[in-house]
Nanobody, 130 residues
Framework: VQLVESGGGLVQPGGSLRLSCATS????????ISWFRQAPGKEREGVSC????????YYTDSVKDRFTISRHNAKNTVYLQMNSLKPEDTAVYYC????????????????????????WGQGTQVTVSS
């Protein structure tokens, strides 16, 4: 199993980036893929998730209406389109994979907790600055 992120870089506030998570060794239909980020001095944060079995998507509140997660099965790739970027979006972004089903607690799929995910990429730096 391998995940490789790409697409990070330096962008001005209000700009856009599209991150890619190229996967191999497993079938996206049977996994959940989440994007996490970690800024210097801060805890890792779950940003977004897409569930392979039903294409449900999830977002943390701070990125709703700005970020969009999607997947291309033929390319075994998951994308994170990031628009209206803010300086507080600056972080290293990681994609991670968890076999389905995700843990459910209080009726919610636990997509934002890193320990639920078995496989991780190496990360890609996103810097939002003028």
């Amino acid at each position: 199993v391998q995940l490789v992120e790409s697409g990070g870089g330096l962008v001005q506030p209000g700009g856009s980036l599209r991150l890619s998570c190229a996967t191999s060794g497993f079938t996206l239909d049977y996994y959940a893929i989440s994007w996490f980020r970690q800024a210097p001095g801060k805890e890792r944060e779950g940003v977004s998730c897409i569930v392979g079995s039903d294409d449900m998507t999830y977002y943390t509140d701070s990125v709703k209406d700005r970020f969009t997660i999607s997947r291309h099965n033929a390319k075994n790739t998951v994308y994170l389109q990031m628009n209206s970027l803010k300086p507080e979006d600056t972080a290293v972004y990681y994609c991670a994979a968890a076999p389905l089903p995700l843990t459910v607690r209080a009726g919610r799929r636990i997509w934002w907790i890193g320990s639920e995910f078995d496989y991780w990429g190496q990360g890609t730096q996103v810097t939002v600055s003028s």
